[in-house]
């Protein structure tokens, strides 16, 4: 169908030809296309030559219809007509229907805005054949066509009434409305347009805050969480270095910490959560909101557009959810603060007493920790004391043993000598710097040979203990 289409096409305006005619080379035009291009180019020497093969005539050709052309032009254009009435369907329920049709009515094609009419492809042809009606203006037929039409006066809704937000025609502008606020419906929509663009530019900007908001109130929820975990550890830590003594006491402080930290970081976390979710489903309408907009701008009706807009509901306003950024700091440090002064209330309550009276709960593991730290501080002591005792031996006689104080700081190893005349024991007296409570403790050495070449001592360390009072002792064979 399209090549024959072509062979019937003039090769100037690619138009169907009409009232066709014939070169003496053999190809044809339109009669004024041809005269129109032989006129413009009469300057070359009074030649004239074919548009197509650039074939010269002399003098200018008489032209004449081609009538074998022309008939075989309109046999062609019947079968178009043909077969597009047979491409007509007939209307089905939900489609509109050709006004002219008679009995079963045909689907409508398009919308006459000047004849208030849709029409088949059938009932269309006038408008594309006659010339009054050439200059009609058409438009896709559809369900919605009808609400165009103004139902008093049967004409075209042009013009939008402000004053009164309704569609009216121009018969009802000099009428009922006359003095009103008018606007072209076209204009009306430019406008609406503009307005939708800068709601659209303020539902942007709203879910830009407020994903910002969201994003903040998240750091906030994981700074909450962190500092909960953080005081948590810090609390365990100190514990850790006192769980061999009391380890009963502090798990069970732990728990009760951990406890409360965990309400307090539930609290914190859920009004960050709530004002999360309302911001969240706030996002969701405001993007459900910009989707119907974009919907709506993609309407080329000006009477759908309108309509659309006018159904669209107001932005709801900002709720209590979008919280400043220094609001969300000053939450944030001040449940941190709270954290903080709950874990220092609990390491007071836990650590207020001295260690001693921490220690006299556990009178027996107090001692034998104590035991086990001065013998190894007290082991290099001895040795000491021995060789100082070995010194002695050489410079006294047996019958004028000697007797010696000791003072010495165990934390700093420093001490010094007193030696004084007394029978075969070396007494020492040591003086501590209150090292673990201790206030003081002493130190006995016994020769257990005469000999002044050999010198063996048994050595006892004794202490009493600052909450029980009561002495303890060890003896240790030093050589």
Not at 120 to 139: D, F, R, S
Not at 260 to 269: D, I, N, P, Y
């Amino acid at each position: 169908m399209a090549e024959s289409r072509e062979l019937f096409d003039c090769s100037i305006c690619l138009q169907l030809l009409e009232d066709p005619v014939t070169t003496t080379c053999g190809h044809s035009y339109c009669m004024k296309c041809v005269n129109a291009f032989w006129d413009s180019n009469n300057d070359r020497g009074r030649r004239f030559s074919c548009p197509q093969c650039r074939q010269t005539f002399f003098p200018r050709p008489v032209l004449k219809r081609n009538t074998l052309l022309a008939a075989l032009i309109e046999e062609h254009k019947g079968e178009n007509r043909q077969n597009a009435a047979a491409g007509d369907t007939y209307a089905e329920p939900g489609d509109v229907q050709c006004d002219v049709c008679t009995g079963r009515k045909r689907k409508a094609s398009m919308f006459c805005l000047v004849c208030l009419a849709s029409y088949c492809e059938t009932h269309l042809k006038p408008h594309y054949e006659v010339a009054p009606l050439k200059k009609h203006k058409l438009m896709e037929a559809s369900a919605q066509i009808r609400d165009s039409i103004c139902g008093r006066h049967d004409k075209l809704l042009e013009i939008y009434c402000r004053t009164d937000q309704q569609f009216i025609c121009l018969l009802c502008l000099m009428g009922e409305h006359k003095g009103h606020d008018t606007v072209a419906v076209a204009e009306e929509k430019c406008h609406m347009q503009r307005q939708l663009e800068r709601t659209k530019e303020e539902i942007t900007d709203r879910v830009e805050k407020s994903e910002r908001t969201m994003e903040k109130l998240r750091e906030a929820a994981d700074v909450i969480r962190g500092a909960a975990w953080e005081a948590c550890d810090d609390f365990e830590r100190l514990c850790a270095e006192h769980i061999r003594l009391y380890v009963r006491s502090v798990e069970r402080k732990c728990s009760e910490m951990r406890e409360k930290v965990g309400e307090a970081e539930k609290a914190g976390v859920d009004w960050t959560d709530c004002r999360l979710g309302r911001l969240q489903r706030e996002v969701l309408e405001l993007r459900r909101r910009e989707d119907q907009i974009d919907r709506l701008t993609l309407t080329e009706d000006p009477i759908q557009f309108l309509q659309g807009f006018q159904a669209l509901d107001h932005l709801p306003a900002l709720t209590a959810s979008h919280e400043r950024i220094d609001t969300l700091t000053e939450f944030v440090t001040a449940q941190k603060k709270k954290l903080k002064n709950m874990c220092d209330k609990k390491k007071s309550e836990l650590f207020s007493r001295s260690e001693n009276n921490l220690l006299s709960d556990i009178p027996r593991l107090r001692e034998e920790i104590l035991s086990r730290t001065y013998l190894l501080t007290n082991i290099r002591v001895s040795m000491m004391l021995f060789h100082f005792a070995r010194l002695s031996s050489h410079t006294s006689t047996l019958a004028s043993p000697a007797k010696c104080v000791l003072r010495l700081s165990l934390q700093t190893s420093e001490w010094r000598w007193i030696p004084t005349q007394s029978l075969r024991v070396f007494a020492c007296l040591i003086e501590t710097d209150r090292y673990r409570g201790v206030p003081w403790s002493r130190l006995t050495l016994i020769t257990l040979t005469d000999s002044p070449s050999v010198t063996r001592l048994c050595a006892k360390w004794a202490w009493r203990g600052a909450a029980t009072g009561r002495w303890s002792g060890m003896w240790a064979l030093l050589i």
